[in-house]
């Protein structure tokens, strides 16, 4: 059940109304990262969800979503406020203001209509929590954008409170995703391929106008090593690529590998 009380969570206050702003801000109300889909994926991943304590973390942050949405449309409410009755204002953006009537929509910020294939739903518990770890990371960095395209000193105090609770929802699905005591790189029920797992492939080589090949001091971790070359591709023999004959990778030579490390 859901009840709506009559109080934003973080009261908006807005000096001058830019529209030009409010049409940006409209990404997260109806955009990919935006509030909305937060507020769905968590949701749906909680009501389905048989773990009792994940499952109320779930429902918690997903509710608490919405209110970000209701404070999120508050804030683009006032910013497109003279797009209801000024021309000028609303050819800034025909598309909310002939369509929306310059007030909420689910649209983004360039009119595209808001979608569930935004939603990372996995329906594996540790899966959707590591889903829910990165959308909250691709709202943070939305929010800190946005918050540096304005100087309206009350849109970057109520932007600042939502960034914040992204940070804090972070935490949560973090330790949520800790507790489960499951090895990072167990994912599922099947194991992966003892010795395949574990390789590395240098697979971008050489040094020319774009960059240089080279490998981070971080491989070597977690088990991985470098391995030059997939035992599992043929050669073809004459440097070029195409497909196996026995239906597998791709095919290209050891000749094509070389290059500066
Ligand atoms: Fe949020």
């Not at 009840?3 to 990404?27: A, N």
């Not at 360039?110 to 990372?120: D, I």
């Not at 918050?147 to 992204?166: C, N, P, V, Y």
């Not at 003892?194 to 090949?213: C, F, M, Q, R, W």
Request: glycine share 12%.
């Amino acid at each position: 059940m859901y009840h709506h009380i009559k109080q934003l969570m973080y009261d908006v206050h807005v000096g001058e109304p830019d529209v030009r702003f409010g049409t940006m801000l409209l990404e997260q109300f109806g955009g990919a990262n935006g509030e909305l889909a937060a507020a769905m994926q968590y949701t749906i991943q909680g009501w389905s969800c048989d773990d009792p304590e994940r499952k109320d973390l779930l429902l918690d942050i997903g509710t608490e979503e919405i209110s970000h949405l209701e404070v999120v449309g508050a804030l683009i409410r006032m910013h497109l406020k003279p797009m209801k009755k000024n021309l000028s204002r609303a050819e800034e953006d025909p598309i909310v203001a002939v369509t929306g009537g310059g007030g909420l929509n689910l649209f983004n910020s360039v009119g595209n209509p808001w979608t569930a294939s935004y939603l990372k739903i996995a329906g594996e518990l540790d899966v959707d929590l590591r889903n829910n770890i990165a959308a909250e990371a691709r709202a943070k960095i939305t929010y800190e954008r946005l918050i540096h395209l304005t100087d309206d000193q009350g849109s970057k105090d109520a932007l600042q409170f939502l960034m914040t609770r992204e940070i804090t929802h972070m935490k949560a699905f973090s330790a949520a995703l800790d507790s489960l005591g499951k090895d990072p790189f167990s994912i599922g029920q099947l194991a992966p391929t003892p010795g395949l797992v574990n390789e590395y492939y240098n697979d971008s080589t050489g040094e020319g106008a774009i960059g240089k090949d080279g490998l981070g001091s971080w491989i070597g971790q977690n088990g991985l090593h470098v391995v030059e070359w997939p035992k599992n591709l043929e050669t073809n023999g004459n440097g070029t690529n195409g497909h196996n004959k026995n239906g597998g990778g791709l095919r290209t030579t050891k000749t094509a590998k070389t290059g500066a490390r």
